[in-house]
């Protein structure tokens, strides 16, 4: 990992947030406690992502640009999130970085990043 680059760029920049991206919601889809809470065509939830990750680890501001300001914990309040779901979707996220051939210590450093929102996206008992 070199400290001076952004996490984006650590990660490799755009191709591997798509890679990620699209290695991520397959498994969102056959997650039994997160499935359910998509919407059947997928597509557009993966392009978010992608705009929102690109933007969070660090590169060009492309969720902000197009949505506005990403809210992402209102955002989330229309969709039951338990504990349980946040540690599934950062599952999903764990197996998808493997997927896609990142190492440690990159893997860690990415999970760790994303569980701080995970958590805090939680609204129901
Ligand atoms: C904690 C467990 C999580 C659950 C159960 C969850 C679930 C969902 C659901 C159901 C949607 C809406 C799909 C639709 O458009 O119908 C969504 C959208 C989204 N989620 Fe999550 N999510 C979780 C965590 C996260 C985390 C940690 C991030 C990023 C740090 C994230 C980023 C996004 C983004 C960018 C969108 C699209 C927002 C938009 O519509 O502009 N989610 N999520």
Redesign the pocket.
């Known amino acids: 990992m070199n400290q001076g680059l952004s996490l984006y760029d650590n990660l490799g920049g755009e191709e591997t947030i798509r890679r990620l991206v699209e290695a991520f919601y397959p498994r969102v889809q056959r997650e039994p406690l ?1 499935g359910p ?3 059947e065509d997928i597509t ?2 993966m392009e ?2 992608f ?3 690109t933007q ?1 680890f660090g590169g060009p501001s492309l ?1 902000s640009d197009a ?1 506005g300001h ?1 809210m ?1 914990r209102a ?2 309040l229309p ?1 039951p ?1 338990t504990t349980e ?2 540690e ?3 599952a999903c996220m764990r197996a998808a970085l493997e997927e896609i051939g990142i190492e440690e210590p990159l893997r860690e450093f990415v999970l760790e990043r ?1 569980s701080g ?3 805090h ?2 609204n129901t008992p």
């Open positions: 997160l809470l998509f919407p557009p939830v978010k992502q705009m929102f990750l969070f969720y949505v990403p992402m955002r989330h969709f999130v779901r946040a599934a979707w950062l994303l929102p995970a958590f996206f939680v």
